[in-house]
């Protein structure tokens, strides 16, 4: 259970490592975008040819277009909002995967955790399950 709410937390902050990156990166590219395109009339094709044609080159003398971050940005953004959406699915599910066996009835039933005592549902008897699988 530990395990599994560790994984979550470190899916919570790739996910929000992934949204911070990709948003940073449309925020430049918007901030050029807008720098160049302030004087002139914001046409939509003209902020089309500018993304394609517009460097933007702070990596090591690399260039690369406007429109190359903005696809990445999207790209980044995207994948930390699925990210962390899959983070929460595996907790929730996490929660009820726990297949307990009654020592007197040889009966499984589903429980949230493994318990040190329960009342088993097939017999009643306030029994000591064993753990058959989790997962
Ligand atoms: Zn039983």
């Not at 975008?33 to 089309?48: E, F, K």
């Not at 930390?80 to 009966?107: D, H, Q």
Request: with cysteine; aromatic share 12%.
């Amino acid at each position: 259970m530990r395990k599994v709410l560790r994984k979550e937390k470190s899916g919570y902050a790739v996910g929000l490592i992934f949204c911070l990156i990709g948003l940073i990166l449309l925020v430049v590219v918007s901030w050029k975008a807008w720098l160049h395109l302030s004087g002139s009339q914001l046409v939509l094709s003209d902020l089309w040819s500018l993304l394609w044609t517009e460097p933007l080159d702070f990596a090591f003398g690399v260039e690369f277009k406007l429109m190359h971050f903005t696809i990445l940005g999207t790209a980044l953004f995207l994948g930390g909002i699925v990210v962390l959406l899959l983070s929460r699915k595996w907790f929730t599910l996490a929660g009820e995967s726990v297949l307990l066996t009654c020592p007197y009835c040889k009966n499984h039933w589903r429980a949230s955790r493994a318990k040190g005592w329960a009342e088993c549902p097939h017999c009643r008897q306030f029994v000591q399950p064993q753990v058959k699988k989790t997962g």
